[in-house]
């Protein structure tokens, strides 16, 4: 297996202007992560989705983030309108929930830099 | 917001000393886990700790966890330069996977 798949690995936006990352998790997996990481604030949990359904958003930190996943293997995070604050590490994980005692298995990341 | 917090923030030592890393947390979990990060990379899981248990070993891992202190320790023995990474606890509770700011782990030669 691949493993979890981030792309693109590096992304250079201009501030407000749109930017869209995306995810494929490791085959099989239901469950699916998506973090922010900056020195500042460490790792941050954006949001999950089980099953293709987000469960939990609440990390989202204001309306300009939205997150989608229309299938089992495929997810996106958008950012509109982006802003030099956005500048982060953005990890996508994908687990298998049976039960809770399960490992994540993280992605290598997409590095934005808005500037 | 973060649930673990990792001590210390920072650790630098001798290859073959061991190495001890503290997590502490705040709300009940049903799991602990440990993840390394090597600069510029994603996150790879170490080990996975129950509620239940109160001590687990991987290799050169051993993991202990104290519900009733909300606290967990990892310790690295005989260590080596390969280990120099930031090491992450992270719970599973109510809310998955929340990850603490890490320890920067650097193992001299």
């Known amino acids: 297996d691949a493993g979890v798949i981030q792309s693109p690995r590096h992304e250079v936006t201009e501030m407000g202007q749109e930017v869209t990352l995306r995810c494929k998790p490791i085959?099989?997996?239901?469950?699916l992560f998506w973090y922010r990481q900056t020195m500042m604030r460490g790792l941050e949990l954006l949001i999950y989705?089980?099953?293709?359904?987000?469960?939990?958003d609440s990390g989202m930190p204001e309306d300009r983030f939205s997150a989608k996943m229309p299938n089992a293997s495929f997810s996106t995070l958008k950012i509109q309108p982006s802003e030099p604050r956005d500048s982060a590490v953005y990890f996508c994980?994908?687990?298998?929930?049976?039960?809770?005692?399960?490992?994540?298995?993280f992605g290598q990341g997409t590095r934005l830099t808005v500037v | 917001s973060q649930q673990g917090e990792e001590d210390p923030q920072a650790l630098s030592i001798q290859e073959g000393e061991n190495a001890t890393m503290n997590c502490s947390y705040k709300?009940?979990?049903?799991?602990l886990q440990w993840y390394r990060q090597n600069s510029g990379r994603g996150l790879v899981h170490l080990i996975l700790?129950?509620?239940?248990?109160r001590e687990k070993h991987s290799g050169r891992l051993r993991v202990t966890l104290d519900t009733s202190k909300k606290s967990s320790s990892l310790l690295i023995t005989a260590s080596r330069a390969a280990d120099t990474a930031s090491y992450f606890c992270?719970?599973?509770?109510?809310?998955?996977?929340?990850f603490g700011k890490g320890t920067r782990l650097s193992v001299i030669a």
């Open positions: 994980a994908s687990s298998l929930q049976e039960g809770v005692n399960t490992e994540a298995f």
């Open positions: 085959s099989g997996h239901n469950s």
């Open positions: 989705f089980n099953n293709n359904v987000p469960i939990d």
């Open positions: 709300t009940s979990i049903n799991n």
């Open positions: 700790i129950r509620s239940n248990e």
């Open positions: 992270a719970t599973m509770g109510n809310t998955p996977l929340v």
